[in-house]
Structure formats: structure tokens, C-alpha cells
């Protein structure tokens, strides 16, 4: 923050005011946001920081500290500015005028310390940060879950990808020492205490530090396969909204009229709605074994029905089954980044030391480890 503070004042002068917000973990429950089932996130101790003032111009001027690139940008323009990162920030521009407020034009410098392309949603972090800090600078009064939806429209409209609600969300409501068991379909979410060390568990990230295929276009090809599988099944059952409201009946009367290819991503996504819901239910209970293997399934299901694993994820994946770690799977969307791991708290030390050196010896490059840190959502820091 201080260095924001202090790169803020040498481009823009006075101060302005300071939010941030973070990137999420998701224990499980991966691509079933889209699909109207269940997720649950937390939101991490890592995020985006950004100061802004309102500078009575017709532009808006923002500076990336990270990546030392500044871009520019009129609220009224139609066109998304060139830099990638800036469409985030414009998008939700946009996005909030087109929910019928007006805005101003601003100053602004940010940083953040979310891992990029490592599945921790640093984009919906800078999203979240820009949707939450507009909405309280000029008392817009949009709700909470309809600053998640604006960080979630910039996405569809001026990234590309057709995402769900949950990285959004979690940003928005997070809550330290809670994941958050959210209903895509109705919206209804509530709060769930997480604290793994309790039963003896501690939580980590294992990032491959790769990032295979790009954002975007494996990742919304997905969607429409499950898309075109809930329309062949609603000719008969037009109840079914999402792929969540399926019978594993329905699935498999449509086998004749879609592509193997849809079939076993429909499968994956249906059955990841189970699996969620029955880890849910044994970690309420205690059971972190059981919501463990839960999170094997999903791995598998990932990696051999969805296919957005990767060669570095399965091995990482591999070596966690090794050194006996209780839960481990692909984490986020996929194609790269981590695996979240539940480990025994008297296998910790073990696990890291070796997925390290076996990732280092395997792929010639080193793997980083994150610790999991459940914290607050979007706020106001000064
Ligand atoms: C990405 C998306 F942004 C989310 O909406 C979600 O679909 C996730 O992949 C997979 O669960 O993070």
C-alpha cells in the first residue's frame, strides 16, 4: 500500500482513496458455476490494491505498477482500450453505465500479488476492485451480487470468456476463515467455517507455474458442449435449465444425438455437482477423508471427461497421492496453474519437500507453494 501511495502521488498528485480485493481459493466444485450448480470458494490473503481520485477530466488514466504501462480510456468510448488489463478495468466501466449510473472519470494506480494464469482469479480481482470501489465512491447502491455480476459481464463483453459467477463472487463476499457454499442457480449462498487446522489439516496451492492453452477459447468451448447437451435433453425434459437440473437418465437418452466429445463433458459437470455436495456434507461433519477423495474424483473427472488438466497438474496431482495427502486436484479453470492440496499436518512438510524436488527434477523448473489463508472480501483500505 505504501508503495501505491507513493507511485500515486508522483504521477497524480494528492491522494486518492485505497480498495482492494482478493483472488480465491475453490475446495471444490470446478465448472459447475456455468451450469447452475454449486461452488465453494474463499477468497485468499492475496489480491489487487488500487488508489483513485476523480480528475475532473474527459479520460480516465490508470497506471499497472506491475507492469509499469499506463493506458487511457474515455467512459463513453465503445472500443476497449489496447492493454489487456486495462479491459478489465474498463469493462467495468461500462458495464456500470450500462446499468443506467453515471460515473466519473478517474485517476488510478494498482498492484497486486495475486499469481497470474495460476487459477486464483486475479483477474476478477481487479474487476472486484474497480466495481466495488465506483460503487462506494459515488453511492451507487448496486448490491453485492450485482457488483459480482458486473465483473462477471466485463468478462462475457470486453475479455472473451464466458464465465461463471464464482471467482467474482468470492471476491466480492468473502469472509476471513469462511469458504462460502453458493448456489449458482438461485444465488442463495451461505457461509461456511473453515478451519482445517482444527482437524488437523493444513491447506495449500501447488502452482505447476505453467499455463498451457489461453484464456478464452478452451474454456468456453466447454460451456457450449455442455450447453448443447441441456438442449438435446430439454426437447423431452424442457424443466432442465442448467446441465445441475439433469438426471443421469437424461444424460445418457441423448447419447445418439450429441458428440462423445459433449457427452463426457456434460457427464463430468453433472457428476461434479454430486461430488461437491457430498464433500460438503462430510467436511460439515468432519470428515475431511472423505471430501478428500471427493477432490481425487474431481481431479479425474478434470483430467480424463473435462480434459483441462495438464501434464504438470496429473504429476503434481501423482505425487500428492504419494505422500499421502488427504484431497488434491486441478484448482479453477484449468489448462495450467494449481492444484489445491488438504494435507495431514504431520505430512506437510514432507509433501512440499518432495513435490518440489520431484517437479524441479521432472520439468527442469521449480513449482511454488502457497499457503491457503481464508480472508475478507473487496474492501476499503484508506
Ligand atoms: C474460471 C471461471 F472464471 C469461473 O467462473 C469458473 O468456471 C472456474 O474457471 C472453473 O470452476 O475461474
Known sequence: MENIRKIFAEKFGSPGSVYASPGRINIIGEHTDYNGGFVLPGAVDKGMVAEIKFNGLEKCRVYSIDLNEYSEFGLEEQDAPKEHWAKYIFGVCREIIKRGKSIKCFDSAFAGDVPLGAGMSSSAALESTYAFALN????????KMELAKIGQATEHNYVGVKCGIMDQFASIHGKAGHLMRLDCKSGEFEYVPFDPEAHGYKVCLVDTCVKHALVGSPYNRRRESCERVVKAIQAKHPEVEFMRDAE??????VIGQVTTEDYIRALYARQEVDRLLEACTAMEKGDYELAGRRMYGTHIG???LYEVSCEELDFVNEVAKECGVTGSRVMGGGFGGC???IVP???YDNFISTVQAKYREKFGINCKIYPVVISDGARKLA
Open 136 to 143: 462506494d465512491m459515488l453511492d451507487l447502491g448496486f448490491e
Open 248 to 253: 443421469y437418465e437424461w444424460i445418457d437418452e
Open 302 to 304: 478434470m483430467q480424463v
Open 339 to 341: 492444484t489445491i492440496n
Open 345 to 347: 499436518v504431520d505430512k
